[in-house]
């Protein structure tokens, strides 16, 4: 696994815990008013990984490209046969749930946990099938680094004897500079607070 500045992993797992708890980040460090300049992200940001990522087009990039927009992130795989289309159908009813001028200003995200066969021919043909929309990218990453994000988020999986992946159901809310507001955890869940918490990052970040 790659490393990671210490204090970078630390915030960032200290963040998750919180959540996994049932609390909330009042007053992330990441987010104090000030404490970043415009344009950049804190030690709290997800965006501070280095690891670049394959999309469904085939093309690389970092998980700093979604700087600027809310994201909503879950991790899954495309031969999943129980958990994931309901994962997916969870985040359809955020995205449905969210006013329209905010929901054209939000990336969904889907991140494989099945770097072998979740290749971008595979992503794209997921995202035909599902029939998500152009703000929606699905990732494929090395094994390495699907297990640091993993481990950032909260995300335990194990592969099995048939290929199939048991893991963690968790639905990630990312502000605009990347860092961790939300998380919704657990299958056909309530999405309101949810839905709130996309709607409050997408207004502070006009408020910049």
Request: glycine share 8%; with cysteine; proline share 4%.
């Amino acid at each position: 696994m790659k490393t990671l500045l210490s204090g970078t992993v630390l915030t960032l797992m200290m963040a998750v815990a919180v959540l996994a708890a049932g609390g909330e980040l009042e007053k992330p460090v990441c987010c104090a008013k000030g404490s970043v300049a415009p344009g950049s992200v804190s030690d709290a940001s997800l965006y501070q990984l280095e690891s670049v990522w394959t999309n469904q087009a085939a093309k690389p990039l970092k998980l700093a490209a979604l700087q600027g927009k809310p994201v909503v992130l879950t991790m899954f795989f495309a031969k999943c046969e129980y958990a994931c289309p309901i994962l997916v159908h969870d985040m359809r009813r955020i995205e449905t749930g969210l006013p329209e001028s905010i929901r054209t200003n939000v990336n969904f995200v889907l991140v494989s946990f099945d770097s072998e066969r979740d290749t971008p021919e595979a992503l794209t043909t997921y995202q035909r099938k599902h029939e998500l929309a152009g703000n929606w990218t699905l990732l494929r990453g090395a094994p390495d680094d699907v297990l640091e994000l993993g481990a950032l988020l909260g995300v335990k999986y194990k592969k099995d004897s048939r290929g199939q992946f048991a893991h963690s159901n968790v639905i990630t809310v990312l502000n605009t500079r990347g860092e961790i507001i939300h998380q919704q955890i657990g299958l056909n869940g309530g999405i309101a607070d949810t839905v709130k918490k996309i709607g409050e990052a997408g207004k502070q970040e006009k408020l910049r």
